[in-house]
């Protein structure tokens, strides 16, 4: 089968969780023996900031990691739809791609309709910039990838789709997964984004705080750190590592007794559910995981188990100290996440869930092609 993929960016990571589970989704399908070919825009907001800061040559860097991987990379003005998409049976189109380029791939498929098409939203902008999200145009679309089922809600409610599938992310854990042997580093380790205002407040009470009470060896990797948030993390004893490439975490992880998650407020205040790809990448690495508050109201994990929650501050320093110093503790939670992501959650349970979808919207002739 011929899959082709509209998505922002597999040569960058920077400040582009998604793109950890786009990696990983493509090198199951080329695993598999498909045909994958992979666009993204040659002004991709994430390789362009990721050549910036760190120099062109990290463009290619991803290799390492994905060898099998080799992106096209092209201008939106000198695309040709057509030559793209020719013998393709299956398309994912990203909902970071542009509005004009989404709605050019919608009308290839209304004109040719010889391929199954589908769009991927992997972010919260349809609740914090609707307008942005509605104005895509799905209309030839068979129907739309949303990774949690409050988005599936809110698509349904706008009614942007008629069909609208939940795909949740998921590990790659041809790449994270537990690591032994590393050399003792510190006690924390925080790898996210700092961002625009969405969880300043939390990063505070949930990692900062804590930090500076507990007096633990802490390290945060990420981008988009104002000097002032450096300032913070400087007075809590925090060390800050800067951008970390992300099929690194998992080494870094193990040079570390546990990891916290700190998830964005959109996400818990309006998309209840939805982890991010940060829960998956620790679990899948082994790591005790001390959480913020967010509600798993999709099952997807057992918190307790799997997982630590804490609801405030407080309760975070105590939960934290139990597993510095309870090793009964940390190692049941390391292992209870990883078997819940290998039983429930990598990148080839996704690809499973595609290929059924995918198979369900085709034409008979093509459910066949699609299922191989």
Not at 109 to 131: G, I
Request: with cysteine.
């Amino acid at each position: 089968m011929r899959v082709v993929m509209f998505y922002h960016s597999l040569r960058s990571d920077w400040n582009h969780g998604n793109a950890h589970f786009l990696r990983g989704v493509a090198s199951e399908l080329v695993a598999r023996g498909h045909d994958v070919v992979v666009y993204e825009p040659s002004d991709a907001w994430s390789a362009v900031n990721l050549a910036s800061e760190h120099g062109p040559e990290m463009l290619d860097a991803y290799r390492d990691a994905y060898p099998m991987l080799e992106p096209i990379v092209y201008d939106a003005e000198t695309l040709d739809v057509s030559e793209a998409l020719d013998g393709a049976d299956l398309v994912l189109v990203h909902e970071w791609n542009a509005h004009d380029l989404v709605a050019r791939i919608g009308e290839e498929r209304a004109a040719t309709k010889s391929f199954t098409l589908l769009f991927h939203d992997t972010h919260h902008r349809a609740v914090t910039q609707p307008e942005s999200m509605g104005a895509y145009d799905l209309r030839y679309y068979d129907g739309v990838l949303a990774f949690g089922a409050a988005i599936r809600d809110v698509y349904a409610r706008r009614d942007w789709a008629s069909r609208v599938f939940v795909w949740h992310e998921a590990a790659d854990t041809r790449v994270f997964h537990p690591v032994g042997s590393e050399e003792a580093a510190g006690d924390v380790v925080w790898i996210g984004n700092w961002g625009d205002d969405e969880r300043t407040a939390e990063l505070q009470e949930f990692l900062i705080q804590p930090m500076a009470a507990l007096r633990f060896r802490a390290r945060v990797h990420g981008v988009r750190y104002p000097d002032e948030a450096r300032a913070m993390l400087a007075s809590a004893g925090i060390e800050y590592g800067g951008w970390l490439p992300n099929y690194q975490a998992p080494r870094v992880f193990a040079r570390h007794r546990m990891t916290v998650h700190v998830p964005r407020r959109p996400y818990v205040r309006a998309l209840p559910g939805v982890p991010t790809i940060r829960v998956f990448e620790a679990l899948a690495c082994g790591i005790p995981l001390v959480s913020a508050p967010w509600d798993d109201v999709e099952g997807l994990f057992t918190p307790g188990s799997d997982y630590l929650v804490a609801r405030n501050g407080a309760q975070m320093r105590r939960l934290l100290s139990s597993v510095r110093h309870d090793r009964e503790l940390a190692d049941a939670l390391a292992g209870n996440g990883l078997r819940t992501i290998l039983a429930r959650h990598t990148c080839a349970h996704r690809v499973d869930e595609l290929l059924s979808i995918a198979a369900s919207l085709a034409p008979a002739s093509m459910e066949e092609t699609i299922r191989a």
